[in-house]
């Protein structure tokens, strides 16, 4: 089977940086969301990200035409579900994936491929509440997508070899490198990633340090391109947490507990850049520290 068309729901950054870059490698991508502004916002967005690409020389405005004539909006579950591979790419909750799943089900060609974006739920479990488990994988690409290079892929028990090896084919046709992963909880990056930033945050919740020290020392000592605290606020101090929540439910050890300042700024609803406050305030024309 060769994959022609793609569709992507979740139309969030992750999800129009997957449509981006499968756009980018000559697939037709459909984006649906659960409303039309939310659409119209990230068609919006995406065209802002390509102009700046063009205006830095690093994209042709013909690429730049090509690539969005290949990505349309839709809600139509019909016209999703018509695509080659459906790419899952909804918030790190497992009912809401679940509920995404069993919507699409009925509108799903024979063939269909599907896929989720999870970066830490289980895929045998999302599989086996399909009609389909033998053709499901996981997907995860990294963030942000058009320039991380990294893809897991995960099978679940009942995944075949036919799928592992399209979506072999099809990270390597957009030109990303995929590594493997057994189906535990947070997969390899945030297995090891998520505890590191948990870890930082109780270093900061114990006074060891505070969060301009706790940065830099993680990039002038170990040379780090970015500060766990300032990392954990790009990703979103919100998924921070439900990952280090499926982690400790997922494995039962005491280490994946979450740090209790973490679920604190959760609970502010400072979830890092995407509501402009964290551990930094990015209110400002420079981040200033919030402890």
């Not at 068309?5 to 984006?31: E, H, K, N, W």
């Not at 068609?43 to 700046?52: I, N, W």
């Not at 918030?91 to 063939?111: M, R, Y």
Request: net charge negative; hydrophobic share 40%.
């Amino acid at each position: 089977m060769s994959l022609k068309t793609l569709s992507v729901i979740g139309a969030g950054q992750m999800g129009v940086g997957i449509a981006q870059v499968c756009a980018q490698a000559g697939y037709d991508v459909v984006l649906n969301d659960i409303s039309d502004e939310a659409l119209s916002l990230a068609m919006a967005g995406l065209d802002a990200r390509l102009t700046r690409l063009v205006d830095h020389d690093r994209l042709s405005r013909e690429n730049k035409s090509a690539i969005q004539s290949r990505i349309c909006s839709s809600r139509d579950y019909a016209r999703l579900g018509a695509a080659d591979l459906v790419i899952e790419a909804a918030s790190e909750n497992e009912a809401v994936k679940t509920k995404i799943f069993q919507t699409l089900t009925p509108h799903l060609g024979d063939n269909t491929l599907l896929a989720s974006n999870t970066s830490s739920l289980s895929i045998t479990r999302l599989a086996a509440r399909t009609d389909r488990p033998e053709r499901f994988m996981g997907v995860h690409f990294m963030n942000p997508v058009p320039v991380m290079q990294l893809v897991e892929l995960i099978r679940g028990i009942a995944t075949d070899r036919t799928t592992f090896e399209i979506c072999c084919e099809f990270v390597e046709r957009l030109g990303k490198t995929a590594t493997v992963s057994e189906d535990f909880p947070g997969f390899i990056v945030n297995r090891i990633l998520i505890p590191m930033i948990n870890e930082a945050a109780y270093v900061l919740y114990e006074g060891v340090g505070s969060v301009e020290s706790i940065d830099s020392s993680m990039r002038l000592g170990a040379n780090h391109p970015m500060g766990p605290l300032e990392l954990a606020d790009f990703i979103g101090l919100d998924t921070c947490v439900a990952i280090m929540k499926i982690l400790h439910e997922g494995l039962a050890d005491t280490k994946y507990r979450p740090c209790p300042l973490l679920i604190k700024y959760v609970e502010a609803g400072w979830n890092g850049r995407k509501v402009e406050r964290g551990f930094y305030d990015y209110r400002g024309s420079v981040p200033v520290p919030t402890r």
